[in-house]
């Protein structure tokens, strides 16, 4: 989808609040906005600590007080859940000069972004970190902290997030 997308691109049959807030980037990064997607009020959609570039799949709903950096790219598939209040960000600040304040300092190097697969469940007030990978038809426990990988089908929770069941499983 992104190799067409200019800087903005939100499909015809989605529906994005107007209170909601997608800042246009400065360095390129472009924000794609697939069919039928919705994007509730008060979602934060900012270019910030990086390059990457954000796609939502088909079908994806993104609920209220959600924000979503660039950093360095976030990738959602179809038919994704994402609750209330979840932070995605693919990006981290360099820190390690005492001397110098962090906000001067830049951003690590990159984890890869955030790839969340198709079919997924985040349950509110989770955050998701750069480098972090979810399997298709995964689900996230509410509060946790995802880094690393969810394998496909997991039920996962915590902070960190571990994987704690499997979907289908008796």
Not at 132 to 140: C, D, H, T, Y
Request: some cysteine; overall charge positive.
């Amino acid at each position: 989808m992104t190799e067409t997308c200019p800087s903005i691109a939100i499909a015809p049959t989605a529906r994005v609040s107007p209170l909601a807030d997608i800042e246009p980037s400065v360095r390129g990064t472009r924000i794609c906005i697939g069919e039928g997607v919705v994007i509730d009020p008060f979602v934060k959609i900012k270019p910030a600590g990086g390059g990457g570039d954000v796609t939502i799949g088909s079908g994806s709903v993104i609920n209220s007080g959600c924000v979503l950096y660039t950093g360095n790219g976030i990738s959602i598939g179809a038919n994704v859940l994402i609750a209330a209040n979840c932070t995605l960000a693919p990006t981290d600040h360099e820190f390690a000069d005492p001397s110098r304040p962090i906000r001067a300092q830049g951003f690590r190097p990159s984890r890869g972004g955030i790839a969340i697969g198709d079919d997924v469940w985040i349950g509110a007030n989770c955050v998701v970190l750069d480098g972090a990978r979810i399997g298709s038809g995964a689900v996230i426990g509410a509060a946790s902290l995802v880094r690393g990988e969810i394998p496909p089908m997991a039920i996962a929770r915590g902070v960190p997030a571990r994987v704690v069941g499997r979907r289908g499983a008796a």
